[in-house]
């Protein structure tokens, strides 16, 4: 299975040239929960910590606040969140609709930036 990549301190630079400002963004409280990546998300951890261990027995990875994570498409792990997360997220590859409706709200995001 693919491993989960954590870059712990992502520039700016490379932020603003992904357009991470952009991306959606979604919480989840303190829980535990089976997940599977349908598309290869790239997530900006804004708040919280939380462990992913794969459900092929792998070792886990754990990301927090501030960290720039891939998950790959095909995934299957279990998230433990030990602090309560917010994050932005990008779909890309593997299901059309998840990365069809990700990317419209991206490109609304941005437009709703412009008219500020």
Not at 84 to 89: I, S
């Amino acid at each position: 299975m693919k491993e989960i990549t954590v870059d712990s301190n992502p520039s700016e630079a490379l932020l603003k040239k992904m357009g991470a400002v952009h991306w959606p963004t979604w919480e989840k409280e303190v829980s535990t929960f089976p997940w599977e990546f349908v598309t290869t998300e790239t997530a900006l951890i804004l708040e919280g910590e939380c462990e992913m261990t794969p459900e092929d027995g792998g070792p886990s990875t754990t990301f927090k606040a501030g960290d720039l994570v891939v998950f790959p498409v095909g995934f299957k792990g279990t998230w433990e969140v030990k602090k309560a997360l917010k994050k932005r997220y990008k779909h890309n590859g593997g299901q059309f609709v998840k990365c069809f409706f990700n990317r419209l709200t991206r490109v609304m995001n941005f437009t709703k930036s412009l008219v500020k």
